[in-house]
């Protein structure tokens, strides 16, 4: 950035500080000065400037800082700040679909965790704004929402998605899942267990959830609570099953006596999915197997399972070993 435009943005930004007229004048000032460059110092910057302080100081002037930002990202493709407010300048102007295009073009690394909550929360709006909330849209917003629920800035940043929303009569706080809690499993839940493992295309193949269950879920149940070493959890919130896995923890003579800890049938209810749910049921699993003093916690996967893999590799995973099975009924 040139010395100039860098003294002239310091000064910008302490316009913060001082009264709404000030701060308007202040702008204009710093608007003027930046005319006064000369051409050669005109760069990307000084055209990001001139957008940045149309687009914060009047909605009318709205127009103007979208042809500066498009005139940065002539300049400088990968000026990511300038695609993130043209972004905002498109869909505040109606133009969601051009916007969404440049939110996804965003290189969200670049930015701090809000920022990059912003962008995602800006492509999911885009998204309702053109499909009018269907099933998927619907499904992204709850994916973000309980993403970026706990953090202390959630309700402050999320309000372009809260507008979205409320268009549609939905209250953006109603769709958090809140006070969800992880439990061993009792008999009550066997038929919301084997729901959840029916749910997917290989589950469906393999179980029988049907009225009343085969009695061989129950005496698996059975066997499993019986054995310390083997636990069957359900994630739990209001009431409701929305998880489970089970967890296993085996003694080893191998790595000079090393604890290790199995785990298996993960499982979220296919409505909840894509909200962060087994992320938490995972973590909750490494911290369980932590408290067991295990070496290590492993798991199987099947090799159809690419979005599992994805999954497991983001969570710290490696595919060290190769899984071989061999069914004997």
Not at 162 to 177: D, P, Q, R, V
Not at 227 to 256: C, M, P, R, W, Y
Not at 275 to 302: D, P, Y
């Amino acid at each position: 950035m040139k010395h100039k435009i860098k003294k002239i943005w310091a000064r910008y930004d302490n316009l913060t500080l001082l009264t709404a007229d000030l701060q308007k004048s202040g702008a204009q000032e710093c608007l003027a000065e930046l005319e006064s460059l000369p051409d050669d110092e005109k760069d990307d910057e000084y055209f990001y400037f001139k957008g940045f302080i149309h687009y914060m100081n009047e909605p009318s002037e709205i127009i103007q800082a979208q042809e500066f930002f498009r005139k940065t990202l002539e300049i400088n493709p990968i000026h990511n700040h300038a695609r993130l407010y043209l972004g905002h300048c498109l869909y505040d102007t109606g133009f969601y679909k051009e916007a969404e295009y440049h939110f996804s073009l965003i290189d969200k690394d670049e930015f701090e965790d809000w920022i990059k909550m912003k962008v995602e929360e800006m492509l999911v709006c885009c998204h309702i704004k053109q499909t009018n909330l269907n099933e998927k849209s619907l499904s992204k917003a709850k994916a973000i929402i309980n993403k970026y629920y706990k953090l202390q800035y959630f309700d402050d940043y999320l309000f372009n998605l809260s507008h979205a929303l409320k268009e549609f009569g939905i209250n953006l706080n109603e769709l958090a899942i809140k006070n969800l809690k992880f439990r061993q499993a009792t008999r009550e839940d066997i038929s919301e267990i084997v729901r959840m493992l029916a749910e997917d295309f290989l589950g469906a193949a393999r179980e029988r959830y049907e009225t009343p269950l085969p009695e061989s879920y129950v005496k698996a149940f059975e066997e499993i609570e019986a054995d310390k070493n083997n636990e069957l959890i359900v994630a739990e919130t209001n009431g409701e099953i929305i998880g489970t896995l089970q967890i296993t923890f085996t003694s080893s003579i191998s790595f000079q006596g090393g604890k290790r800890a199995t785990v298996e049938s993960v499982r979220v209810d296919a409505k909840y999915r894509g909200q962060g749910i087994g992320k938490q049921l995972m973590q909750w699993a490494i911290n369980r197997a932590r408290e067991e003093n295990c070496l290590l916690l492993q798991l199987t996967t099947n090799s159809e399972r690419s979005e599992a893999h994805r999954f497991y590799k983001n969570l710290g995973f490696t595919g060290s070993h190769l899984g071989m099975k061999l069914y004997l009924k």
